[in-house]
């Protein structure tokens, strides 16, 4: 199947469109995957296709719309068109591409084989759909068309074109090669596994229709829902990588929740950053941080000293409003991860924050615009108890038909998934938002499929440790491969103070600004939205116990969705009682039922 990457651009040229539709046409009949990308943008260079295909390799193709009447003069570097204007030799520019494309896949170990050769076969071409051949000898073209590694279609020879026509070497790509030449070409597309003992590094890359979609050529805005471990905030990074990698100059700003993903989403760009450099994508135009920072640095005021619940408000409402009579449109774009937890104000600071920039809509209207890209997942909003419709927070948040919903889950395991479902839908509205805002869920796939994926751990704290100390010095995983999270920042200090000494040493509470980089990962439940390890803790679940406060318990029970949906591997739950009633006993109840939620 042939996935082409963006659908579509409107300055195409004639010529560069009758090649998009003949390659279209040639891969019909294919069942195996290809991708297309149009005119991406490799360095300072932009071929007009880079096509991928899994049974034969990767070429980069160049087209040219000229006819022999519309040449003067030609060299091995120029040709010179009737009007005088200096233009690239197509063949000359296709072997700029080749080299440009075989130094970066040089760059990676991974692509070589035992013999030290790279295990990838590359080729380029120009394609000139209106030259024939005939006047090509005629006027000796060869001369300097005669440029390997790249080779030349003409007329001729593009009337019969066959996809083996396209690719002077042939050599089939594994999945896995596939994903990996895509993720070196946009290494933000990449899905990084979070364990040190995995043997390959990327576990995945964006599917073609999540690429396509965050590399959606029309600006504007767009939201992006999906399962736990979908590869929303991948999406969402690659949406601000592409924007500066088409725009060098605009000023993008990524908002968070809290400061544990912002750190994160920090984290994710920095292990990018040298590869993207070598592709001449400068990310510092790129600012990461939480939205209480964002409207702070908007508003310049400082911050009251409130006392208890008084000062939580302040952030939550004063502060914005602060905000919201200061700003100014400062930004290209703003793209917001774990948008669920946003209030309404909150996101009327990011469009009033957005410069607008003029459409045409469906009805041949002019509108303004704004590029604001929203990432997360309903299901996992704790904050915001109220449901405003989009266009009532401002009209020009209409998401019809910008909107995708993403049903494969990489990094969250299947038994935990269905867990947290089945958990969530105990509670009858909970159970409604599962069928409304997700999909029925044997439609849901998975990357990463696990048996005996989840224990429970009964006792006092110490148990816990005793299994962290088993898990590090026996089962070899690194400190930073574990997350605990826990009810409050006051447990999960008590929770540290029980790890033996040395491993004290390992843990670091999210709480405080050090580094945990190379650390036992301790938070709160609340805290924990964005964040992953292959190993999470889930302290205290029997300390959760229903209550007849509606908002309150369904704030709770989507709470411990989030908690039961951090690990990749192995999830451990643990309370002092799993007989009392409390969460601890219903998730013991739902496992040893096991029924898939329908």
């Known amino acids: 199947m042939l996935h082409i990457i963006p659908n579509d651009l409107p300055t195409l040229t004639k010529g560069e469109r009758s090649v998009l539709n003949k390659i279209k046409n040639l891969y019909k009949a294919q069942q195996s995957d290809a991708y297309l990308y149009i005119q991406p943008k490799i360095k300072n260079l932009i071929p007009d296709f880079i096509l991928?295909?899994?049974?034969?390799?990767?070429?980069?193709?160049?087209?040219?719309?000229?006819?022999?009447?519309?040449?003067?003069?030609?060299?091995?570097?120029?040709?010179?068109?009737?009007?005088?204007?200096?233009?690239?030799?197509?063949?000359?520019?296709?072997?700029?591409?080749?080299?440009?494309?075989?130094?970066?896949?040089?760059?990676?170990?991974?692509l070589y084989n035992t013999q030290g050769?790279?295990?990838?076969?590359?080729?380029?071409?120009?394609?000139?759909?209106?030259?024939?051949?005939?006047?090509?000898?005629e006027n000796h073209l060869a001369d300097v068309f005669n440029q390997k590694p790249a080779h030349y279609l003409l007329s001729e020879d593009f009337n019969g074109l066959e996809i083996s026509d396209l690719f002077s070497e042939i050599k089939p790509l594994s999945p896995m090669y596939l994903k990996m030449l895509r993720a070196i070409i946009f290494p933000e597309i990449q899905i990084l596994s979070t364990s040190e003992n995995h043997t390959q590094e990327l576990i995945a890359a964006l599917d073609a229709e999540q690429e396509r979609f965050a590399k959606n050529?029309?600006?504007?805005?767009?939201?992006?829902?999906?399962?736990?471990?979908?590869?929303?905030?991948v999406m969402l990074l690659a949406r601000?990588?592409?924007?500066?990698?088409?725009?060098?100059?605009?000023?993008?700003?990524?908002?968070?929740?809290?400061?544990?993903?912002?750190?994160?989403?920090?984290?994710?760009?920095?292990?990018?950053?040298?590869?993207?450099?070598?592709?001449?994508?400068?990310?510092?135009?790129?600012?990461?941080?939480?939205?209480?920072?964002?409207?702070?640095?908007?508003?310049?005021?400082?911050?009251?000293?409130?006392?208890?619940?008084?000062?939580?408000?302040?952030?939550?409402?004063?502060?914005?409003?602060?905000?919201?009579?200061?700003?100014?449109?400062?930004?290209?774009?703003?793209?917001?991860?774990?948008?669920?937890?946003?209030?309404?104000?909150w996101i009327?600071?990011?469009?009033?924050?957005?410069?607008?920039?003029?459409?045409?809509?469906?009805?041949?209207?002019?509108?303004?615009?704004?590029?604001?890209?929203?990432?997360?997942?309903?299901?996992?909003?704790l904050y915001r108890s109220t449901d405003t419709p989009w266009t009532e927070i401002d009209p020009i948040l209409d998401m019809r038909g910008r909107s995708k919903l993403l049903k494969k889950a990489y990094r969250s395991a299947n038994e935990h998934i269905d867990l947290a479902l089945q958990f969530l839908s105990v509670d009858e509205k909970l159970?409604?938002?599962?069928?409304?805002?997700?999909?029925?869920?044997k439609e849901i796939e998975y990357e990463n499929s696990v048996e005996n994926g989840i224990e429970m751990i009964e006792g006092e704290l110490e148990e816990v440790a005793i299994k962290i100390e088993e898990l590090i010095y026996?089962?070899?995983?690194?400190?930073?491969?574990?997350?605990?999270?826990?009810?409050?920042?006051q447990r999960a200090n008590t929770?540290?103070?029980?790890?033996?000494?040395?491993?004290?040493?390992?843990?670091?509470?999210?709480?405080?600004?050090?580094?945990?980089?190379?650390?036992?990962?301790?938070?709160?439940?609340?805290?924990?939205k964005g964040l992953e390890a292959p190993i999470v803790f889930l302290l205290d679940t029997d300390r959760f116990i229903s209550t007849s406060v509606k908002e309150e318990a369904l704030k709770y029970r989507k709470t411990m969705y989030v908690g039961i949906t951090r690990a990749s591997e192995q999830l451990y739950i643990h309370a002092e009682n799993f007989h009392q009633e409390s969460y601890a006993q219903e998730m013991k109840v739902l496992l040893k039922q096991r029924i898939p939620v329908q």
């Open 495 to 528: 929770f540290i103070q029980t790890l033996p000494k040395v491993l004290q040493a390992k843990a670091e509470s999210l709480n405080k600004k050090a580094s945990t980089e190379h650390k036992i990962i301790v938070t709160t439940y609340q805290s924990a």
């Open 52 to 110: 991928i295909d899994c049974l034969r390799g990767v070429s980069i193709l160049e087209v040219k719309d000229w006819s022999i009447d519309y040449l003067a003069s030609w060299t091995r570097l120029e040709i010179k068109n009737i009007n005088g204007e200096k233009l690239d030799n197509p063949v000359f520019k296709a072997g700029q591409y080749y080299k440009s494309l075989e130094g970066l896949f040089s760059m990676d170990d991974r």
């Open 348 to 381: 009327r600071l990011a469009i009033q924050s957005c410069k607008t920039f003029k459409t045409i809509d469906s009805k041949k209207e002019e509108k303004n615009s704004i590029n604001l890209f929203l990432a997360g997942d309903r299901l996992q909003g």
């Open 217 to 233: 050529i029309s600006y504007g805005h767009y939201m992006v829902t999906g399962v736990p471990g979908s590869g929303k905030t």
């Open 117 to 137: 050769e790279l295990d990838v076969k590359l080729s380029s071409f120009a394609i000139l759909p209106h030259l024939k051949r005939a006047a090509f000898e």
């Open 240 to 345: 601000a990588i592409h924007l500066i990698r088409e725009n060098p100059d605009w000023k993008i700003r990524v908002l968070t929740y809290n400061r544990s993903l912002a750190t994160k989403l920090e984290q994710k760009v920095k292990s990018l950053a040298e590869n993207l450099s070598f592709l001449d994508i400068h990310i510092e135009n790129i600012e990461i941080s939480t939205f209480h920072k964002f409207a702070l640095d908007i508003a310049h005021v400082s911050v009251p000293k409130l006392p208890g619940d008084e000062q939580q408000k302040w952030w939550d409402y004063d502060l914005p409003s602060l905000s919201l009579q200061k700003a100014k449109p400062k930004y290209d774009a703003i793209l917001i991860d774990e948008y669920q937890d946003f209030l309404d104000d």
């Open 431 to 441: 159970k409604a938002e599962v069928e409304k805002f997700y999909c029925p869920m």
């Open 474 to 489: 026996k089962a070899g995983y690194n400190p930073n491969e574990i997350m605990v999270l826990c009810k409050d920042w």
